[in-house]
């Protein structure tokens, strides 16, 4: 049981990687050298649809972590998952208290009400999402490596 955990929690957390990683590097570079309003657009209802799905991504892998950490704790690798749970809840906090009211704000924008620095605050979510990002590789780097 404890191994059918460890992969899926592994898998869970890699697949949400890959989706934050394709947001940083290739959704939104697309969407920034769109023409006119359209990147605007594309990132607003980017920020609609995935600021309704990751929230419970984000939580349930971190829960995922967890009870991997207690079914494992007496196993090699504990350690690094428990970092990895450690990772995970930074990049909650992160979220919660950088990224998700930038994109609250932005998820509501169109070409009409969007305020004149909303490339600046979009700049700035990006910024903080990348190191979200490098947050998160980390511990599903440490997850990897518990599974060894």
């Known amino acids: 049981m404890l191994n ?3 992969v899926f929690t592994t898998v869970l957390v890699g697949v949400m990687v890959g989706v934050e990683f394709s947001v ?3 959704i939104n570079p697309i969407l920034n050298a769109l023409p006119e309003d359209s990147g605007q657009l594309g990132r607003a209802h980017g920020g609609r649809m995935l600021g309704a799905v990751m929230p419970v991504w984000y939580i349930g892998s971190l829960v995922l972590v967890a009870a991997w950490a207690m079914a494992g704790r007496h196993h090699s690798g504990a350690g ?3 970092t990895a749970g450690a990772l995970l809840i930074l990049s909650v906090i992160m979220s919660i208290l950088l990224l998700v009211p ?3 704000r932005g998820k509501t924008w169109t070409p009409d009400n969007r305020p004149a620095d909303w490339k600046q605050q979009m700049n700035r979510w990006d910024r903080f999402h990348c190191v979200r990002v490098a947050v998160i590789i980390a511990a599903f780097t440490l997850l990897v490596a518990a599974l060894a």
Request: charged share 10%; no cysteine.
């Open 102 to 104: 930038i994109n609250n």
């Open 80 to 82: 690094l998952v428990v």
């Open 24 to 26: 940083a590097f290739v």
């Open 4 to 6: 059918t955990l460890e």
